[in-house]
């Protein structure tokens, strides 16, 4: 038997009472920001309903160890800790726990583990907000101190030693990537004495995408610039192709070998498979990074005419075709990682998520009994 389980057969043999938030904290709304008295230079950090500080302040209005709750705007119900001096804004909630009741940390780990349940309950309608009386009536479980503690001391080792496998993970996982541009990059720049110097023009014709509103439900994919949109019962093109946004994310490219529609915010091209390999040239422009050829100030955005004069470096077909076999190869071992350590990130956290409910979740003492400064706190 663990010693948390020692502690609650010992302290709380029928249960565990819950109270109300209100009851063991002081709640209060912040209050408005000026922004003449924002700045980056300014001491303080402000926190008014995001899941980060929104700015610097030049003054604090909150010193101490806090909990807060977003009260209105897309992440209305989010859950957040802050430890130290910051000005609390009016789109937030500031939650002071009474330390003779209840540990702050505890009482953040309880409210997180509630988050979904708060975000869920959001009031509706123009701008999603929770209100004060439903953070106010939020239950929470009053176990005695002692066993708060343990519970504490056991998340916190949990969260440390999912915070570092989760930075290890993704340490790994951005060392592989810049593994293969490497690699990727290294090999579609060996020097081959039957390297000929072209332009883009010279080997494929650079076509405009159309809409696809008109077509009806089908099997065949829509790409704009960030993928994937929808699939039609036509297509636009059904050879191997590379795809160039002709807008936005302008280094997304994607290769196509399968019958497609694409929209204008995408190019597609008509490649010269006499002189290139498709799929080699999908991946000597993803070295060539067309996203530094942006020609707009707002959107990003490339035209024909500067993709065109793209000067680009090629080997033989031949020689073409064994750096995409090594390419490809190496690229499925890149992507067999994207999909593995992300997926294994999130088990662990789903692993910490469940082990936290279970640390959290009590058996309830239907008696409240509330002691004389609780009972002033309600008055």
């Excluded at 939650?95 to 708060?118: H, M, R």
């Excluded at 915070?163 to 541009?181: C, D, V």
Aim: include cysteine; charge should be negative.
């Amino acid at each position: 038997m663990s010693k948390l389980d020692e502690l609650l057969k010992e302290l709380c043999p029928n249960g565990v009472k819950y109270y109300s938030l209100s009851q063991v904290a002081d709640i209060d709304i912040g209050e408005f920001v000026k922004q003449d008295k924002q700045g980056n230079d300014k001491p303080y950090p402000v926190y008014n309903g995001g899941r980060t500080n929104t700015g610097m302040y030049d003054s604090y209005n909150h010193d101490g160890n806090y909990i807060l709750i977003s009260a209105r705007g897309a992440n209305a119900g989010f859950v957040n800790r802050i430890n130290g001096k910051f000005w609390a804004g009016n789109s937030c909630y500031s939650i002071l726990i009474n330390p003779q009741f209840v540990i702050t940390d505890y009482a953040y780990y309880y409210i997180k583990k509630i988050e979904s349940n708060l975000i869920g309950i959001q009031q509706k309608g123009g701008i999603p907000a929770v209100s004060k009386k439903q953070v106010n009536d939020l239950r929470i479980p009053v176990p005695p101190l002692e066993i708060q503690r343990e519970i504490v001391r056991i998340l916190d080792n949990f969260t440390e030693l999912t915070a570092e496998l989760t930075a290890e993970l993704t340490a790994e996982l951005t060392a592989r990537k810049k593994q293969y541009e490497y690699y990727r990059d290294t090999l579609l720049s060996a020097k081959n004495e039957t390297v000929e110097n072209i332009t883009l023009a010279d080997i494929a014709v650079i076509r405009n995408g159309k809409d696809y509103k008109h077509l009806g439900e089908g099997f065949y994919p829509v790409y704009g610039s960030g993928g994937v949109m929808t699939y039609v019962d036509k297509y636009s093109y059904d050879k191997p192709s590379v795809l160039i946004p002709r807008k936005g994310s302008l280094g997304n490219l994607f290769y196509v070998d399968k019958p497609f529609w694409n929209v204008d915010t995408i190019f597609y091209t008509e490649i010269n498979e006499e002189r290139v390999v498709p799929k080699y040239l999908f991946y000597l422009l993803q070295k060539e990074h067309l996203e530094s050829l942006n020609t707009a100030g707002g959107v990003p955005s490339l035209t024909q005419a500067v993709l065109n004069n793209v000067r680009l470096s090629i080997p033989s077909v031949a020689v073409q075709t064994k750096i995409v076999d090594c390419l490809d190869n190496f690229e499925k071992i890149c992507n067999d990682l994207n999909i593995g350590l992300p997926a294994e990130i999130e088990a662990r956290q789903k692993q910490y998520e469940f082990y936290r409910d279970q640390l959290l979740t009590f058996a309830e003492n239907g008696e409240t009994i509330l002691t004389d400064r609780q009972t002033d706190r309600q008055s």
